[in-house]
C-alpha cells in the first residue's frame, strides 16, 4: 500500500442541489448505478443485498488507536411501508485479498455495524434485548466509537434524532482488533443479515470477495448525509482519489495523435466538455490542442490532433486533460489528469510490445502484473480483449434499459483503467473489444445483425449478431476503439454498428488493427446437422474437417480482406515490420477428453503436473475459436503473409506459440496467443499423440499437428496450466500472465516471451514458460519452399529499399518486404515471369524490372539496382 499522510479528519462536503450517479473522486459506489449524488446526499436508489459507497481516502492502520464516525441517514421510501428485512450503516476494517485499496473497495470483507430496519441498533451480531426504536427512522444520526481495551477493542454506537435526543445505544467489549484494520464503507442492504465472527476469516481459494445474495429487489432504499470520521487510528490518502478524469488512452500513428478520456457519470450541471494541453521543453506554460464533449452514454471525451509536435525526438511530451465539475459549496472546481505522449522510438534498436488478454477481477488490480511489464518498458500496450467479463465487480449485469446498462459495463470498464491507467498514461494503448466485453460468451457478429428477438442466452448467440442493442455495443467500442486512428473504412455494419478495424505506423512498426469477431458468419444456422450448441457440434457423427467449410462462410468479410491486401503492400512511413493485432488465432489450439461434446468441461478439468498427460484428450472443434470458417481463415493468412506479418491475439486463455500451416505445415506466418491475465477457463493443449517433426528436447504436445478443424499448425510453446503451489490456485495454477514481443530494427528478429504473473522479471533466477522465450527471424513468416528464384539484388545509392515481387502472368502480388542487406535473393514459389519493384515510397524512388524469368535455385544472375 501506498504510504499515508499523517491523520486528518473527514467529513463528507458534497454539492447541494446537485443530481448525478457518480458520487465524487473520494468514493467508489458498489454497484455505481443504485447509487446518486442529490442535494448534498448520497442516496441508495436501488434496493438490494450490500450496496454500499466505500472511502477511499481514508482507512484505519494497524496503529492502536480510536475511530469516531458519524453520518445521518433517513429513508427514501414512503414511511407508512413497512421496511423489508435489512439494514443500514458502517462496514469498518474492509480489506481484500491482495492487499490493495483497490480491491478492498471493490472485494474487501469488513465488520458490520449499524440500524436493523426493524429498529435495533447491532455491532456485528443480534441482540434480541436491544431496544428498538420505535419511531420512522428518518434523520437518525448514527455514531461510532471504537478505542481501545487492553488487546482488543470496545465499540460504542448511538442513535440519535435531529434534536440531539438519544434514541438508543448499543457497546460490546472484546473486539478483535484485526476486525480495525482497513477501509471504511457506508452500507444500504437488503436481505437476512448474518452474525460476523469474532475473527477475520482467513483470505485463502475460497471464494472470497465473491457477494453472494447481492440481488435487486425490496424497499431498503436510504440516503447518507454529513459523514464524519475522526480519530488517531485513521490515516488520510488523499492521492487515492479517482475521477472524474479517470484515465485516457492514446495512439499515434502518421503524425496523428488520437486520444480518449474516460469519464465518469456526471450531471447536467458539470462540465460538458474536457480540454487536452500540451506543455514543450522550451516552456512552462500550458497550451491547450484541443477541446471535446463528453459522449452522452460512453462518457468518453475523444481528440483528434493533426500534425502533431513529435519533431524534437529528444524530448517526450507532457499533457494533462482538464475538467471542471461541481464540487463542494456548489463551486465548480478544476481537476487534471496528467501523461506523457511519448517520442516515436525511433532510436530504439528494440520495438517492445506487451499483450494481454482475459482481464477478469480475480487478482485486481494486478499490481504484480503491472510492476513486472513496467520493467519491460514496453513501446506499446495491447488488450486484445475481454477488458471487462459479466461477473466483474459482483453485482451480476444489467442489460435494460440501455441507459443502466450503458453505466453497468461502465463501472466494470472503470476497473481496467483503475488498474492500468499509469501504464497507459506514458504509452500507446491499442485495446479491442472481444465476446464478453459485449456481453456474450461468445459472438458470431454476422455482419452487426440483431440476434433473433425471443432467444435468449448461447441459443441467441448461435443464431449470429448483437444480443444488445446497437448504441450499447457503439457504447461500448467507443470506449474501448476511439483512441485508434481512423478506422480504414468506417462505414458502419447492420444496425449502424460502427467499425475500428485500422492501421497505426509508429516507429516503423505498421500494425494491422483487425475486427475478426464482428464479419464472422454463424454456424448453427448454416451447419444444421451439427446440431451446434454454444459453438459445439453435439452430433456424435459431423466431421468438422470434412464438412464445415462450406460456400457462403466469412472470417474477417471482404472488406477487411481488401484492408490486409492493401496493407501489405504499403511499406510507407519508413515501415520496417508488419504486425496483425486481433482478439484471437486463426486455429483451435485447445484439447479435451475424447468423450466430450463441449468446453462446459474445462473449469473442471484436473490441473496437471508439468509432465503428466491425460490419456484421451483431442484436439477439438470450437466453432468460437478462428479455426472455422477454414477458407475464410487461409484468405486471412495468405494476406498477412504477403506482408511478412506476425500475428498477436489473445482470447483463448492458453499462452501458444504456433507457425500456421495454409496449404503445407510452416508455410505461413507465426502466431502468438497470450495468456490470460486472470484465468476463468482454463484450457489446456495435451493432444495423446506425440507431434511431428518436434525441436529436439521438445514436449511432446509440440510439432505438427491437425486442429479439430483440419487446419495445419506447427506448435512450439503452450502454457498449460500445472501446479505452482501458490496461492490464491484460481489465480496461479490456471496458466496467468502476460507477453512481451521483442521486435529487433537492426537485425528483423523477433523475440516471443511468455511470462507467468508470478514470476519477477527483475530477477534473472525467474523462468518464463517453458519453451519460451522464441526467436524467429522476420522472412520466417512466409515460409513456403522456395521451387524457383530471381536475380539476387545488389542495392546501391539507397538504404533499406521496398522489393515487392509480382507475378507477371496474373499480376497478383507475391509479397512485399522492407530489405535490410545490401544484397537480397527473391524466393519464389513456382517458375515463371516476374515483376520487381524496387524503391523507398517514402522518397519517391522507384525502378521497375519487368518480365524478369525464373531461375533454377542453382542458377545464378544478377541485377545492380542504381539509384
Known sequence: MAASTQAIDFQSNLPAEHQRIWIGPEYWANPLQDWQLRNGRIECVVSGGDRNVFLLTHELTEEKGSLNMSVKLGRLEDEGKELDEGWVGFKIGIRGQFDDYRDSAVRGEGFRLGLYTDGRLFIGRFDSSVTKIEQPLQNITLRLKAEPAGGAYKITLEASDETGNKLAQVQRDEINPDWLVGGLALVCSRGKVTDMPDERPGIDDGNWGFRSGTERGGNV????????????????????????????????????????????????????????????????????????????????ATFRVENFDTTDTTQDIPYRLVYECMASDNQLEKFYFTGTVCQEPWDKEEFVVAAFTGNNDLGFPNNDLVKNVAFHNPDLLFFSGDQIYEGVAGYGIEVNPVERAAVDYLRKWYLYGWAYRDLMRVRPTVSIPDDHDVYHGNLWGADGKPTPQGLLGAEAQDSGGYKMPPEWVNMVQRTQTSHLPDPFDPTPVEQGIGVYYTEIKYAGVSFAVIEDRKFKSAPAPLLPDAKIQNGWPQNPDFDAKKQSDIAGTQLLGERQLNFLHKWSYDWSDKTWMKVVLSQTIFANVATLPALEMSDTAVPQLRILNADDYPRDDKPVCDFDSNGWPQTGRNKALREIRRAFGFHIAGDQHLGSTIQYGIDDWRDGGFAFCVPAVSNVWPRRWRPDTSGRNRLPDSPRYTGDYEDGFGNKITVYAVSNPVFTGKKPSRLYDRATGYGIVRFNRKNRDITIECWPRCSDPSRPEEKQYPGWPITIKQTDNYNRQAVAYLPTLYFLGINDPVVQVIDDENKEIVYTLRVRANEFRPQLFKEGVYIIKIGDPDTGQLKIWPGVRSLKPDDEQFIDVNF
Open 221 to 300: 432504499r436510504f440516503w447518507f448525509g454529513d459523514w464524519k470520521i475522526s480519530g488517531s487510528k485513521v490515516k488520510a490518502y488523499p492521492e487515492r482519489v479517482f475521477g472524474p478524469i479517470l484515465f485516457a488512452q492514446y495512439t499515434l500513428s502518421k503524425g496523428i495523435l488520437k486520444l480518449t478520456a474516460q469519464m465518469p457519470p456526471m450531471g447536467q450541471k458539470d462540465g460538458p466538455e474536457v480540454m487536452l494541453q500540451t506543455r514543450s521543453k522550451s516552456a512552462d506554460n500550458w497550451k491547450t490542442i484541443g477541446t471535446a464533449r463528453i459522449d452522452p452514454l460512453a462518457r468518453t
